[in-house]
């Protein structure tokens, strides 16, 4: 097997090494079982035992409270920016988003073909590099909305809440892809907080939705039964086969964030440590490292920053990866380089990218 290097892609991303060590192992045939998990009906005891533990120790990491359902669908984010208006926007009443990215950006196009949408705070002019202050989102949120919409962390652009904003009794919404599970949350903020497992928790294929019950009850009777949150809810995510595979991989995360990280806290720890070691080097760098966010709200699962010489950008890239250190491109919207440090990024992965970085600094000042 050829030697791993570190993927700092921003989804499909790197996976703990032990979960694809045991998935590898158990793959042709689960203990206990006989055949491949690829194989196994979803309506089998078996499947159940899987879905029912992810779920169990999911609500233990996230301290989820009882009047929560815990949903995993498929479809992606991309899903969800048109099925949380088909379900929770009725006729005659409006949604707030707020635009802080690329996502959240498409998340209210998407909403738009489903009702009524309001923008009450978008930062496009300065290519989204920072976020509203409370007292903007006060001064435009309406208190009647169906609902509030957020993009808890904006995966191109590196802008991170790193609270809540304040909606009032209004019910939140939060894209949380490409943060999920990396620190302690209080779930009873939200009405709804999602995720697309492949950037943060698991691979492609399932997508995970904790939901208030009032909300996913709050579903009309005329839609599609696959688009439903409620009638997905009451097969238990099994109203059609569910993405298996990937719920059990998604498993095999929480196991290992749960007995070998030590459980929520103490990823929340190992990611600002993370963090912090590539901003050290951008912020030390007098100016040969840019980095895309304004201080305040950086993000800590990815770094986008660029140099100051844009002639070194390709050299950066082509020398990072014959170091091991690959996946660094930044998006066409913001140039660059980007390092996505998930939670499976180990803290030497990203003590080597730091390292390169002040090497290439000093090589090419």
């Known amino acids: 097997m050829q030697e791993r290097v570190y993927n700092f892609s921003a989804g499909p991303a790197?996976?703990?090494?032990?979960?694809?060590?045991e998935a590898q192992r158990d793959l042709v045939a689960l203990p206990g079982v006989g055949i491949s998990v690829?194989?196994?009906?979803?309506?089998?005891?078996?499947?159940?035992m899987i879905i029912d533990e992810a779920e169990a120790n999911l609500r233990k990491l996230m301290n989820i409270p009882d009047n929560y359902k815990v949903l995993f669908l498929q479809g992606g984010a991309s899903l969800q920016f048109g099925m949380l208006p088909m379900n929770l926007l009725p006729a005659g009443k409006s949604a707030d988003y707020i635009v802080t990215g690329t996502w959240s950006k498409k998340a209210m196009s998407e909403a738009k073909t489903q009702g009524n949408v309001r923008c009450v705070w978008n930062g496009s002019e300065t290519n989204f590099d920072h976020l509203p202050t409370p007292e903007e989102l006060q001064a435009n949120l309406d208190p009647n909305a169906a609902y509030a919409y957020y993009t808890s962390n904006e995966t191109i652009q590196g802008v991170q809440f790193p609270t809540e904003p304040e909606v009032?009794?209004?019910?939140?919404?939060?894209?949380?892809?490409?943060?999920?599970?990396y620190k302690p949350l209080d779930i009873s903020k939200y009405g709804c907080i999602y995720a697309c497992a492949q950037k943060n928790c698991g691979p492609?294929?399932?997508t995970i939705v904790i939901m208030r019950e009032d909300l996913v009850n709050a579903s009309p009777d005329n839609l599609v039964s696959v688009l439903s949150y409620?009638?997905?809810?009451?097969?238990?995510?099994?109203l059609n086969t569910p993405p298996c595979f990937a719920i059990y991989v998604f498993l095999l995360v929480t196991e290992w964030m749960l007995k070998t990280v030590g459980g929520i806290d103490k990823m929340y720890e190992l990611n600002k440590r993370k963090a912090a070691l590539l901003y050290d080097v951008?912020?030390?760098?007098?100016?040969?490292?840019v980095g895309h966010a304004r201080k305040e709200c950086r993000s800590l699962m990815n770094v986008p920053f660029r140099t100051a010489n844009a002639e070194l950008e390709q050299k950066f890239l082509e020398e990072a990866k014959n170091e091991g250190l690959i996946s660094l491109g930044g998006h066409r919207s913001v140039g660059g380089f980007r390092a996505s440090i998930y939670n499976a990024m180990p803290l030497e992965g990203v003590q080597k990218l730091a390292d390169f970085m002040e090497d290439f600094h000093r090589r090419n000042d």
């Open 14 to 21: 790197v996976l703990p090494l032990p979960v694809l060590e």
């Open 38 to 48: 690829l194989e196994i009906s979803h309506r089998s005891k078996t499947f159940q």
């Open 168 to 181: 009032g009794e209004v019910p939140l919404i939060c894209d949380a892809s490409s943060e999920f599970m």
């Open 204 to 206: 492609a294929g399932v």
């Open 230 to 238: 409620k009638k997905m809810s009451d097969a238990g995510s099994m």
């Open 282 to 289: 951008i912020d030390q760098s007098n100016g040969f490292y």
